[in-house]
């Protein structure tokens, strides 16, 4: 049985605004006090997974090991079936140390030039670890979501963040970047994610 989530305060292992608070309002009916882990001044561990599952359930450990409190971590990214599944777990490194995504859409943009299909999803891993004895491996759940897209240049929309301006999600005709947070909350690869996360750990 999975564990239950019953800690009042929790870390997120995450350096991105963005998703910060993407997952703060996704939590905030459950009455959990979220801590981002730069408040903890922790650095951004090294991601050397070859998956986004990998790469969440290094961060996780590596924020609630530092901490002691239990750490959810967050790792996503962009996969394009022309190009292979890229940039996929590359997603932010192709935005650069200084997160400019509007550069990292640039590059996309050039990459996808004359190829027809724009066929894309977003993939999100949460992991949720808890703080064990001294020295071993933390317990750790992990869910992971997907949803399902278009690519459109050139990028539209103001809101969210990362490549939400140039995804369109199947069945709207509106990028991310367009789109209400609260409609993007229930139907996003985050929000699925999510959905399993809450209904296995949170509820009940």
């Known amino acids: 049985m999975t564990r239950r989530f019953t800690e009042k305060r929790l870390v997120i292992a995450s350096h991105n605004p963005g998703k910060v608070r993407e997952i703060a309002d996704l939590l905030s009916p459950f009455g959990v006090d979220v801590v981002p882990a730069a408040e903890f001044g922790l650095a951004e561990p090294e991601e050397?997974?070859?998956?986004?599952?990998?790469?969440?359930?290094?961060?996780?450990?590596?924020?609630?090991?530092?901490c002691g409190l239990p750490a959810l971590a967050d790792d996503s990214g962009l996969a394009v079936d022309a190009l292979d599944g890229r940039p996929g777990i590359h997603s932010a490194r192709w935005a650069g140390e200084e997160r400019d995504f509007a550069a990292a859409m640039a590059r996309l943009e050039q990459e996808m030039e004359g190829i027809p299909?724009?066929?894309?999803?977003?993939?999100?891993?949460l992991a949720l670890a808890w703080p064990d004895k001294e020295g071993a491996t933390p317990e750790t759940v992990v869910f992971e979501g997907t949803v399902e897209g278009t690519l459109v240049f050139p990028p539209r929309g103001d809101k969210g963040f990362g490549y939400d301006p140039i995804f369109v999600p199947e069945g709207y005709d509106v990028t991310f970047g367009e789109m209400a947070g609260h409609k993007k909350h229930a139907i996003s690869h985050r929000a699925n994610a999510f959905a399993g996360l809450v209904a296995e750990c949170f509820n009940g």
Do not use: P
């Not at 299909?117 to 891993?125: G, I, K, P, T």
């Open 48 to 66: 050397t997974g070859v998956t986004f599952a990998e790469n969440a359930i290094l961060k996780a450990h590596a924020a609630t090991l530092a």
């Open 117 to 125: 299909d724009r066929r894309a999803r977003f993939v999100c891993a």
